[in-house]
């Protein structure tokens, strides 16, 4: 394969035009965004971006090489704060989409009702929850409601969570449909919003494919309502359960048991409760001269300027990445604009939007050994570990078609690599790099007891391994 310098974004939450994330934010008052820039065409910039996030974007290089192949990465990494040194928490509007077809019976259905009963009891006045099931048809167990309002409004819930029964088919579509219904009108500002779905099997009625299921979750992500997906047991399709966080913006869990789910959803009440950055949006805008080739691990539209990338809400921290691949024409000797990368977002405490904009660029040269000396180390780091996350994915669909012995070759070969570049490099970095390599080698060591790939042993591995790989990508 050839090596190629990427252009690696680690990010937060980087954001749209204004007149696009308009659309993108809850209704509500509009406001100028608070707005701050830097960069003056260096190749690596930071800037905190409402005193919530700090935006630090990076080149591959300081240097490219005249007349040559003009590949570049740029690593913009976002840290989110405290929102000012607040740690006030934000309300929270949760819908639980629980999949309560006949193969959910028994012990995954009545864990799932005894996380839901959890989730509830750890929700603060203020807060609200809709609930859903789905089978063969769609019921709304619960509309959202304030549990801690008092009255009725508690046994209610917790009444509607014992009513679930597992019975029928899979109609995940009109599950996840149904919940967008719910909270998209209620969008408000300085809400946080989200729709955590629980599957354990093969979307099989009505709409059933991530092209007819993705636009769902991004046309909710859209309206700043977030989508976290959960995979119970080894019969459901990861492929699409990452799918939907990815366009929903939100994450993805692999749960081998379902007494897993109770620790779960309380992980993403408190990541959504602190939240400081709501509808975080990304937005690269090449220079003349330079094109976005691709975006790794994430899902991203294509627009006039550049490419957009959604990345939805941010707690306090919590750091985000996202690995895009510039292609450049470098002709003349000297400075050269490389791309521009906006971040814009909601802070969701002080309820305004704020943006972020930093200015990249780089020096045409025709001496090789300035483009060595120039390469940014962390952003060396972060490029390992999306090959990393890469290699671990090939790897696992080789596996799952019966190519056991290229499965671990491919994952033996790129260890030893990543290995032997962390030992090069060394510091924080390369333990990084050493880090991803470890990776890949668990990985290859769980084959080499030639589990089945159709075997609960060589399942688990594909689910678990896929959910590391995305992990290693985010």
Same mark, same amino acid.
């Given at each position: 394969?050839?090596?190629?310098?990427?252009?690696?974004?680690?990010?937060?939450?980087?954001?749209?035009?204004?007149?696009c994330m308009a659309a993108f934010l809850p209704?509500?008052?509009?406001?100028?965004?608070?707005?701050?820039?830097?960069?003056?065409?260096?190749?690596?910039?930071?800037?905190?971006?409402?005193?919530?996030?700090?935006?630090?974007?990076?080149?591959?290089?300081?240097?490219?090489?005249?007349?040559?192949p003009g590949d570049l990465a740029l690593d913009v990494a976002l840290e989110a704060g405290e929102a000012g040194g607040s740690t006030e928490r934000v309300p929270v509007d949760v819908a639980l989409v629980i999949d309560r077809s006949g193969s959910m019976a028994g012990e995954k259905i009545q864990a799932a009702r005894a996380a839901a009963h959890r989730l509830v009891g750890l929700l603060r006045p203020g807060d609200r929850v809709a609930l859903v099931s789905y089978a063969s048809d769609v019921t709304v167990q619960v509309g959202l409601i304030d549990p801690g309002a008092g009255g009725s409004a508690t046994a209610m819930v917790h009444g509607a969570i014992d009513?679930?029964?597992?019975?029928?088919?899979?109609?995940?579509?009109?599950?996840?449909?149904?919940?967008?219904?719910?909270?998209?009108?209620?969008?408000?500002r300085g809400r946080a919003q989200r729709i955590v779905l629980i599957s354990d099997g093969e979307a099989n009625v009505g709409r059933t494919t991530s092209a007819d299921l993705d636009p769902i979750a991004r046309t909710a992500a859209e309206r700043?309502?977030?989508?976290?997906?959960?995979?119970?047991?080894?019969?459901?399709?990861?492929?699409?359960?990452?799918?939907?966080?990815?366009?929903?913006?939100?994450n993805y869990y692999y749960l081998r048991e379902g007494?897993?789910?109770?620790?779960?959803?309380?992980?993403?009440?408190?990541?959504?409760?602190?939240?400081?950055?709501?509808?975080?949006?990304?937005?690269?805008? +090449? @220079?003349?001269?330079? *094109?976005? !080739?691709? =975006?790794?691990?994430? $899902?991203?539209?294509?627009?006039?300027t550049g490419v957009t990338i959604r990345v939805g809400?941010? +707690? @306090?921290?919590?750091? *985000?990445? !996202?690995? =895009?691949?510039?292609? $450049?024409?470098?002709?003349?000797?000297?400075?050269?604009?490389?791309?521009?990368?906006?971040?814009?977002?909601?802070?969701? *405490?002080?309820?305004? =939007?704020?943006?972020?904009?930093a200015d990249l660029g780089v020096t045409v040269t025709d001496r090789v050994a300035e483009v060595e000396r120039g390469r940014d180390r962390e952003v060396m780091a972060a490029l390992a570990e999306v090959e990393a996350s890469e290699g671990m994915a090939t790897a696992m669909s080789a596996f799952e078609s019966g190519?056991?012995?290229?499965?671990?070759?491919?994952?033996?070969?790129?260890?030893?690599?990543?290995?032997?570049?962390?030992?090069?490099?060394?510091?924080?970095e390369g333990e990084r790099i050493q880090r991803a390599a470890e990776s890949l080698s668990g990985a290859g060591a769980a084959l080499a007891d030639s589990p089945a790939a159709a075997s609960p042993a060589g399942l688990d591995l594909i689910k678990r391994s896929r959910a590391q790989a995305r992990e290693l990508a985010h």
């Open positions: 394969m050839k090596h190629r310098t990427w252009v690696i974004l680690a990010i937060g939450g980087l954001l749209t035009a204004w007149a209704a509500g008052p509009r406001k100028t965004p608070a707005v701050v820039s830097a960069g003056g065409g260096s190749s690596r910039v930071q800037l905190s971006v409402g005193d919530v996030v700090t935006l630090t974007a990076a080149l591959g290089s300081s240097h490219v090489l005249a007349g040559g009513g679930m029964m597992a019975e029928g088919s899979t109609f995940l579509d009109g599950g996840l449909s149904r919940a967008a219904e719910l909270l998209g009108p209620a969008a408000q700043g309502v977030t989508l976290s997906t959960i995979g119970v047991g080894l019969a459901f399709n990861e492929r699409l359960m990452m799918g939907l966080a990815d366009a929903g913006a939100g007494s897993e789910l109770a620790l779960t959803f309380t992980r993403e009440l408190e990541h959504l409760s602190r939240t400081v950055a709501r509808a975080a949006v990304i937005e690269i805008t +090449p @220079a003349a001269g330079t *094109r976005v !080739v691709d =975006v790794s691990g994430h $899902m991203f539209e294509r627009t006039a809400d941010l +707690p @306090a921290r919590s750091s *985000r990445k !996202v690995l =895009v691949r510039l292609a $450049m024409d470098p002709a003349a000797i000297g400075p050269m604009p490389a791309a521009a990368v906006t971040l814009r977002f909601e802070d969701a *405490r002080a309820r305004r =939007v704020v943006e972020g904009r190519d056991t012995g290229g499965a671990r070759q491919g994952l033996a070969g790129r260890a030893a690599a990543l290995a032997a570049q962390a030992a090069a490099l060394g510091g924080v």
